[in-house]
Nanobody
């Protein structure tokens, strides 16, 4: 059973930091591109950040550039993806989702949800102002 499980969400004051983790299991994700998306109440799911399977290429949404950092740990057959979030703002409040796909080997664009095949259940991040 393929699983992506997010953790690390919570309540934080504006200007604070959180580190999200995404643990994978059920298959090998070493050759998968990994991403983070978020969805606020009443809004569509939006792209936050992605890291290619090689680990050397990352992309960020303009709204988080310079504040968030995505990274991955390819240990043996288990991949863990992190999202370090600094200087959090109230507008960062959302449910954050981890996703896995292979957009690097397709024509799909990394900002689109359809570029990812597997999704986690999400973790809530709430930033109080």
């Amino acid at each position: 059973q393929v699983q992506l499980v997010e953790s690390g969400g919570g309540l934080v004051q504006a200007g604070g930091s959180l580190r999200l983790s995404c643990a994978t299991s059920g298959r090998t994700f070493g050759d998968s591109d990994m991403g983070w998306f978020r969805q606020a109440p009443g809004k569509e799911r939006e792209f936050v950040a992605t890291i290619k399977w090689s680990g050397d290429v990352t992309y960020y949404a303009d709204s988080v550039k310079g504040r968030f950092t995505i990274s991955r740990d390819n240990a043996k057959n288990t991949v863990t993806v992190y999202l370090q979030m600094n200087n959090l703002k109230s507008e960062d409040t959302a449910v954050y989702y981890c996703a896995a796909g292979k957009y690097s080997r397709s024509s799909l664009f990394y900002t689109r949800p359809n570029a990812y095949d597997y999704w986690g259940q999400g973790t809530q991040v709430t930033v109080s102002s």
